[in-house]
């Protein structure tokens, strides 16, 4: 019984429900509260300004009549059937001495005024269940001097209309209460039901089983966003996984091809007796295989990296124009073996911040590619602009060129447009990745386009330093 208590307090609409029950409870209360307090202070006003009315009735009873006796019996006279708010009232003289006493008993002893010229004030009856009312007021007459004047009166009405309605609102609280509980679960109902199916959603959802969505509500309010916002980390996630689970066939692929080839050329050389000359060859060519797979490896450590955000950049300012044409110094031997023109068409000087190492690594791979991929007798063009705030790099050659459908892919992650490529020749398909990661973050762009003739032109746009 405790436990399915617990369970059932545990619940999220029943929490809401007591809570809102009890904070509409409280503030029930404090509006009843303040209601009363406010409607007694205004029955009490009511009360004191008979008293003052019926004390200037006394006056003029007092004046009108030739003493003050037979004024206060003629008063008398007229409040003396009075049923509700009965008047009791006394007249005193300057040296307190009781001048006139209308007829009835109060149950209790009240003094004269002694300093103040009018007050009123509360006096409560030892055994009485209402407290009375007094006024006090003192007052001049040309002929019959200083005196005081005293009403009484019962505050019965006043109180017994607080306690009726006092009485009649518990059973108000009692109703208010029962339908903010009955409320609050109803309102509260379609609210948890969607919670528990988000759960339930989220329970079946693994790293086998991704593709799974919650059901948007109609409602556009908190849930409907909430959902929205669940759905869209879930889509996050389930491109990450399939990321993830690509890089790892990825790595895996690219990797088992050069270690099966080294296997190979060991298994070969291993086979039969073979002169110094034979083994050094073949260890040649391990090496270079090697080196292959090292590269890559180290790519791919930069890749995560990047993946990452855990690259740090050395930002410093770089004369652009120094950088391009010290790599047209060094692949200039490369092209001229390979019979290609590589020229300078342009070279602005530009100042950028930036890493000096990756930048050099940007452009040299986008140059050795041109180089790699162009046929002997072609040529190479590089350029540097300067455009207001960005300085634009462009390297165009006349190569074997790209498929326009190959173009919006080939900076993916191992991505290669010449699949039939193999050995030492074919690349890893990390070279241009690297490339839009070291752009992205220096905060600029790379693009490339097809030639109307052959090849290609690739454009690297950075910001220039302030």
Partial sequence: MLSKMNKLFSRLDVKLTVYYTLLTLFLITIFTGFFIYR????????VDKLLRDEANELLKEIEGGTDILSGCKAFEEDVANRKHFPIFFRVFNSSGEELYSSKGELGVSLSSLK??????????IPDGRYPLRLYEKQVFLDDSG?????????????????????????????????LSIIIGLLTSRKPRKIISNISQV????????????????????????LTNTIN??????????????????????????????LKGEMEVALSNERSHHEYR?????????????????????????????????DMLYLNLSEILQDLYDFFLPMAQEKKLVLTID???????????????????????????FTPQNGSIILSLTSENTLAHVTIKDTGIGIPEEEIPHIFNRFYQVDKSRS????????????CKKIVDAHGGSIDVTSNEGKGVTFTVTLPKAD
């Fill in 202 to 225: 989220t329970r079946r959802i693994s790293s086998q089983n991704l593709s799974e969505r919650l059901s948007s509500p109609t409602a556009h309010d908190e849930i409907y966003d």
């Fill in 281 to 313: 060859e073949v260890i040649q060519e391990c090496l270079e295989r090697v080196n292959a797979l090292s590269k890559m490896v180290n790519d791919l450590f930069l890749v995560s990296r990047f993946e990452l955000k855990n690259v740090d950049l």
């Fill in 346 to 372: 342009r070279c602005d000087s530009v100042l950028i911040n930036g890493d000096k190492t990756r930048v050099h690594q940007l452009l040299s791979n986008l140059i050795d590619n041109a180089i790699k």
């Fill in 115 to 124: 300093e103040k010229t009018s007050t009123f004030y509360t006096v409560k």
């Fill in 146 to 178: 200083d005196f005081i004047i005293q009403l009484v009166t019962e505050t019965k009405e006043s109180e017994e209309v607080i306690e009726n309605l006092s009485e009649n609102l518990f059973p108000a609280f009692a109703i208010v209460l029962l």
């Fill in 39 to 46: 409607l007694e202070k205004s029955l009490m006003k009511q």
């Fill in 423 to 434: 050995g030492l020749s074919r690349g890893a398909g990390l070279g241009l990745h690297i």
């Fill in 232 to 261: 869209t980390m879930l889509d996050r996630l389930e491109n990450s996984f399939k990321e993830i689970k690509q890089f790892t066939s990825d790595v895996s692929h690219e990797l088992r091809n050069p270690l099966f080839g």
